[in-house]
C-alpha cells in the first residue's frame, strides 16, 4: 500500500471491520453498540471487549481506528455519551468523531490527548464554523458535508487550517447532515437522537393495486412494479406528489461513488476519502474497499487506474458525482 | 411527558417572541404584518431577518429599520434572526452585517457564533442544542436565550429549563432563558438544495423565486395521498402546526421563560392572543385550541415531538 489519499473504510460490525482491514483500508471508522453512534442499527457495533479486539487487529497492522460518538445527546442523559468517549481513550482509539458540542466540550477538556475529528453531522459548510471548532474544540480533521462542489471542496481545504475529510462512496441524503429530523416526523426516529434514518424497524411493504409500496412509519415513501428494484425508504428519496405530480422532489434513489474524481480531490487538498456503509455486508465492504485502494494505489504509482464496477451495489443500481458534480442543487 | 394534572390553567408569568417570518411575502404583505403586529399583538418580542435563504434578503432589508423602529415604540424587544445555512462569502459577509447591525442577534448557524465572539445572542431552534453539555457551553459563549430544536421532547425542554436555573449567569448578568416553540411549522430539514426551484425543474440560482407563490409552504403528499410536509425554498416544515397550549403552564412552571410563536399565513394576532390568554389562566388550553381551529383552516394540529414520539402524530380534534 502506498500513501495517496488515506483511505477510511467502514466497520460495521467486527467481521467487517476485519474486511475493511483486509482489503486494504488504512483507517477504520466504528461505533459502539449503543446510540450514542450514528449508525446504531440492530445487529451492527461493538461492545468494549470487541473494540478492544478490533483496535488491536487494526494496530497489529499499522492501520488506524477511529471510533464515532457522532449523535446528539438528549438533555439529562449525557452519560453515555461521556463513557463512549472515555473508553475510546483507554481503549487507544486514534481518534474519536464527534458531532455535539456538548460531547465535543467534555472530550476536549477531559481527554486533550485524544485526536478529535468533527463528525459530519456537525454540518460545518464554511470556514467560520470550522475556524469555530478548530479554535474551541482542537479538532484535527473535519468531515465536509455532501453538500459542495468540487470546486467549493477545493477553497474551504485551501483554508481550513485542519485536515479534510470527504465522501467518496456509499449513500448519500440531499439534507444538510445533522440538521434533518424527517426521519423522526414520519416514524419517531432519527439520525440525530437515535442514530437511525428510517431504522427497518419501521420500515413495511404492502401490495397495492399490482404494484409493491414501500412505508416509512405506515407512511407510502414509493411505490414500483413487480420486477422493478425497490429503494429503501430513505425520507429524502421518497418520490412525492407535487401540485398533483409525482416527483422525487429532494433527489432520485441513487449513490455517491467518487472513483473518478480522485486525482481532483487529492489536487484539493483533500487528506481522507471515507466510504459510507458501516450497515453494509462483509461482502459489500470488501469489493468498495479493494476497488478504492486498487484505484489509490495506482494513483500513487502513476499507473493508469483500473476501472470500478460497483453499479451493481450502488443505491438504486444507480451511481451519482452527487453534489460533487456542478449544477446538482 | 406531562402529568395531565398540571396541564389546567394557572397564570404564570413567561413571555411571547414573535420568531421570524421563514416563508418569502411579497414586501407590501409583511409591511402590513408587521405593523399589525406592532399595534395589536401582545407579544414581548418579534424577530426579523431572513433564515431560509441569502436570495430573498434584498427585498425586506431596508424596511427592517423602521419596523424595528415601530416595534420598539410598542415596547417590544427586535432580534435580528441570521441564516441557517451559511455557505458562500456573500453569505458571510451578510452574518457578519447583522451581528453589526445594533440588534440582538438570533444564531441559526455555527459560523454566527464565530462572528460573535461571546457577545450576547439567542441561540434559535435550527442549532443543535439537544442537552445540557451544549446549552452550558452556550451559555459560557454568551447565549443569554436558547430556543431547543423541535425533536426535543416537553420532557427533555423541562430538563433543560431545570438545568439553565443552575447555570452560572451569562453576558447579561441574568439566567439563560430557554424558548419553547408553540405555534407554527417545525423546521424539519435544511438542505443545500432549493426544493422550490426543483418543483419547477429550476435551481437555487435560477430559482425565479418561485417560493413567493406559496406563502405557507409548498404541501408534499405521499403517492397514498397522506400529508408529508410543506417545502419552503431550502427547508422542509411539518405539514401541521404545533399548538402547544396544553404544554405551557407545565413548560413554565418547569422555568421556560418564553414560548415562540412562529409567522403562518393566518391571523398572527388572534393566535397571539390565543397564546397569551392561556399564559395568563384566561383560557384552558382545550379551549384555546377549539378556538385555534377556525384560524387556521384545513391545517392540522401536530404535537408529536413534544410527546416524545413521531413528529407528525396530531392532536386528535
Known amino acids: ?329 | 411527558m406531562m402529568p395531565a394534572g398540571l396541564t389546567g390553567s394557572k397564570r404564570t408569568g413567561a413571555g411571547l417572541t414573535l420568531g421570524p417570518l421563514l416563508f418569502h411575502w411579497p414586501v407590501e404583505k409583511r409591511r402590513d404584518f408587521y405593523a399589525r403586529i406592532a399595534d395589536e399583538a401582545p407579544v414581548d418580542c418579534v424577530h426579523l431577518g431572513e433564515v431560509i435563504c441569502s436570495k430573498r434578503a434584498p427585498f425586506f432589508e431596508r424596511e427592517i429599520p423602521a419596523i424595528a423602529e415601530r416595534l420598539k415604540k410598542a415596547g417590544k424587544q427586535v432580534v435580528l434572526s441570521t441564516l441557517a445555512l451559511v455557505t458562500t462569502e456573500r453569505e458571510i459577509a451578510e452574518v457578519r452585517a447583522a451581528c453589526d447591525a445594533g440588534y440582538l442577534v438570533e444564531v441559526n448557524d455555527v459560523s454566527c457564533l464565530r462572528v460573535l465572539g461571546g457577545r450576547p445572542h439567542v441561540v434559535g431552534p435550527l442549532m443543535n442544542v439537544f442537552n445540557e453539555g451544549a446549552l452550558s457551553y452556550m451559555v459560557r459563549g454568551g447565549a443569554v436565550r436558547v430556543v431547543p430544536p423541535p425533536e426535543v421532547s416537553a420532557a427533555g425542554i423541562a430538563t433543560l429549563a431545570r438545568a439553565a436555573q443552575g447555570m452560572d449567569k451569562g453576558a447579561m448578568d441574568q439566567s439563560v432563558e430557554i424558548e419553547a416553540f408553540a405555534f407554527g411549522r417545525q423546521v424539519l430539514s435544511i438542505a443545500m438544495r432549493c426544493y422550490h426551484a426543483r418543483s419547477r425543474g429550476l435551481t437555487k440560482d435560477t430559482c425565479q423565486f418561485a417560493c413567493e407563490a406559496d406563502p405557507d409552504g409548498l404541501p408534499l403528499a405521499t403517492i397514498a395521498d397522506e400529508p408529508f410536509g410543506v417545502v419552503n425554498g431550502i427547508s422542509v416544515l411539518s405539514h401541521g402546526y404545533v399548538a402547544a397550549f396544553a404544554q405551557m403552564a407545565p413548560l413554565a412552571a418547569a422555568g421556560v421563560a418564553r414560548f415562540r410563536l412562529s409567522p403562518q399565513d393566518c391571523d398572527m394576532v388572534a393566535v397571539a392572543k390565543l397564546a397569551r390568554s392561556v399564559l395568563d389562566g384566561a383560557r384552558e388550553p382545550t379551549s384555546a385550541l377549539a378556538e385555534l381551529r377556525p384560524l387556521i383552516g384545513a391545517v392540522p394540529v401536530v404535537d408529536g415531538y413534544l410527546r416524545g414520539v413521531s413528529g407528525r402524530e396530531t392532536i386528535p380534534a
Open chain 1, 1 to 329: 500500500m502506498t500513501k495517496y489519499l488515506e483511505l477510511v473504510c467502514p466497520g460495521g460490525t467486527p467481521a467487517a471491520f476485519r474486511a475493511s482491514v483486509d482489503a486494504g483500508a488504512d483507517t477504520v471508522y466504528c461505533g459502539f453498540r449503543d446510540v450514542t453512534n450514528a449508525r446504531n442499527y440492530p445487529g451492527l457495533n461493538f461492545d468494549r471487549e470487541e473494540m478492544a479486539e478490533a483496535i488491536d487487529y487494526a494496530h497489529q497492522r499499522g492501520r488506524h481506528v477511529l471510533i464515532a460518538i457522532n449523535t446528539f445527546p438528549r438533555a439529562g442523559e449525557m452519560g453515555p455519551w461521556r463513557q463512549a468517549v472515555d473508553d475510546a481513550a483507554s481503549l487507544g482509539a486514534d481518534a474519536v468523531i464527534l458531532a455535539d458540542i456538548g460531547v465535543l466540550d467534555y472530550a476536549a477538556s477531559r481527554h486533550p490527548e485524544l485526536r478529535r475529528h468533527l463528525s459530519v453531522q456537525a454540518g460545518a459548510s464554511n470556514m467560520l464554523s470550522l475556524d469555530f471548532y478548530r479554535e474551541n474544540f482542537g479538532i484535527s480533521r473535519a468531515v465536509l458535508p455532501r453538500m459542495f462542489e468540487l470546486r467549493e471542496v477545493a477553497s474551504l481545504v485551501a483554508r481550513m487550517g485542519v485536515e479534510a475529510e470527504t465522501f467518496a462512496f456509499g449513500s448519500f441524503g440531499t439534507m444538510t447532515e445533522g440538521r434533518c429530523i424527517l426521519s423522526s416526523y414520519l416514524c419517531g426516529k432519527s439520525p440525530s437522537s437515535d442514530g437511525a434514518c428510517a431504522p427497518a424497524e419501521c420500515v413495511t411493504y404492502a401490495e397495492r393495486d399490482g404494484e409493491e409500496r414501500v412505508l416509512l412509519g405506515g407512511m407510502t415513501m414509493n411505490s414500483f412494479a413487480p420486477g422493478e428494484p425497490a429503494s429503501y425508504p430513505t425520507p429524502c428519496k421518497a418520490r412525492l406528489m407535487v401540485r398533483g405530480e409525482p416527483m422525487y422532489i429532494f433527489d432520485e434513489p441513487e449513490g455517491l461513488n467518487a472513483h473518478d474524481i480522485l486525482p481532483r480531490l487529492k489536487e484539493a487538498g483533500v487528506t481522507a476519502l471515507k466510504i459510507e456503509g458501516r450497515q453494509r455486508s462483509r461482502a459489500y465492504v470488501t469489493q468498495v474497499v479493494r476497488t478504492f485502494r486498487a484505484a489509490l494505489d495506482a494513483l500513487a504509482e502513476g499507473r493508469p487506474v483500473p476501472p470500478a464496477d460497483l453499479v451493481g451495489i450502488t443505491e438504486g443500481g444507480k451511481e451519482s458525482l452527487g453534489a460533487y458534480r456542478k449544477g446538482w442543487r
